[in-house]
Nanobody, 114 residues
Framework: QVQLVESGGGLVQAGGSLRLSCTAS????????MAWYRQAPGKQRELVAR???????NYADSVKGRFTISRNNAQNTVYLQMNSLESEDTGVYYC????????WGQGTQVTVSS
């Protein structure tokens, strides 16, 4: 099993920045993919960014050029740096680990005020 603990959400004005962190209970080398998803009110959960064990990265079109996913293997932590935030980025952000099955964090709220 994998436990994921997220932090870093909050309230920010449009154009501002936030950094989310997700720390896993196991080594990231044992996990296939780590990803961030988000869910806005009344909408389905959607993929924001994914980083594979080999370092391959992909982003949702809506965040390309603004968000950066990275990992610190020594700390078992994945980050999501979010810049130039827009009101449409508001939602609950979830960390996800693909390790034989899918594991989810508890979610962290990001609110962008316009």
């Amino acid at each position: 099993q994998v436990q994921l603990v997220e932090s870093g959400g909050g309230l920010v004005q449009a154009g501002g920045s936030l950094r989310l962190s997700c720390t896993a209970s196991v080594s990231l080398f044992r996990i296939n993919d780590m990803a961030w998803y988000r869910q806005a009110p009344g909408k389905q959960r959607e993929l924001v960014a994914r980083i594979t064990r080999g370092g391959r990265i992909n982003y949702a079109d809506s965040v390309k050029g603004r968000f950066t996913i990275s990992r610190n293997n020594a700390q078992n932590t994945v980050y999501l740096q979010m810049n130039s935030l827009e009101s449409e980025d508001t939602g609950v952000y979830y960390c996800n680990a693909d390790h034989r099955e899918n594991y989810w964090g508890q979610g962290t709220q990001v609110t962008v005020s316009s």
